[in-house]
């Protein structure tokens, strides 16, 4: 975070200097900085949501040259899984007609690349409708999807015909409520500014009443996180399942039940980073809360299954035989395939901390790989 403005109360004659790099005023850093001087804390959850949409909008930020890199980028096989148990839902289903291919946050569109050609094997050509407000990351998605309609959020996708969805660490970039235990009761978390320095502070009472029954009567000092725009989201997306037919398979990482503790995280190259220094700069992620996305499902008319690990179900979708065909075809690279999908499946790597939660349509069969 740059320096800040406070004490110019005198008029500035001279025209201000140019902002660097075009952004009308220094980095995001800067402007939030300005932004809490000027108007008081403000929340996690807008803190998280300001800084994410800023980093999502000015980089490519997967793979080894970027900051962190994700199932899809990891082999080929993760999104072909995906994309045979989104074929064999619909295929049980009695390959019903008008079926869209809906991805929530595409990042590189790899997902969606390597989902689509394994639903094609399978006889299965949907039309592709991509939610996702980054331009850049956009752009990159048409490269590898370039028949897919884009939207920003899920109000403009199709409302005919059945939807299969994935969203592959797209809950996790979600803003973030962060309420803690203080000596008088619950507050809700508020990012001041001390010392040019962001700073969590217990900030206003927050109803204990509003808490899942689990974590009300945590210990002083314990924080516990709720993602209301997660919950809305799924709201949405359960009630065009019911409405329209379908199913949904959420990948994260994140708890099976509600519980307490602070998971917010920043990624930068690699690495662990600082949340509250220099926001839009490193990837803010929380754990996802399987139960609560779950329960949110449920209340509106959809069956849930899961969540299953993300070992135990690329297994059961037959990750093994999928890296054995594949090795058999270029044995040269042969170790590397099996390394990737033991980074995919190994409890110790992404098999336990990451799952899988599938939503399906009352009237659709049961999703595999959740027996
Ligand atoms: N699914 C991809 C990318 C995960 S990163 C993969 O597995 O590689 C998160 C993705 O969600 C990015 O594409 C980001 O731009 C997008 N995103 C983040 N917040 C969003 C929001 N509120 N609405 C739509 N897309 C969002």
Redesign the pocket.
Known sequence: MGTSMKGSDSPDTNPPPAPPCGQGGGTLGDRLQRLIEASGPISVADYM?LA??HY??SRD??GRGGDFT????ISQMFGELVGLCLADAWDRAGRPAGAHYV??????G??AEDALRAMRAAGLEPPVEL????PL?RRAQAQRVPRARWH??LDSLPSDGPLLVV????F???PARQLVAAPDGWRERRVAVEEDRFVPRAGPPFPAGSLPESVRGAPQGTVVEASP?SLGIVRLLAQRLARQGGIALIVDYGHARTSAGETLQAVRNHAYADPWVEPGES?LTVHVDFEALAAAALGEGVRAFGPAPQGVWLGRLGIVERSAALAAAAPRRRIEIEGARDRLTAPEQMGSLFKVLALAAAQWPDPAGFE
């Open positions: 949501a994410n949409a999502y909008a930020p997967f994700t199932a899809p980028e991805e929530l946050g595409p990042g590189r790899t997902l939610v996702e407000t980054s990351l920003d959020a969203a592959n660490e797209f996790d970039a979600l725009a990837d």
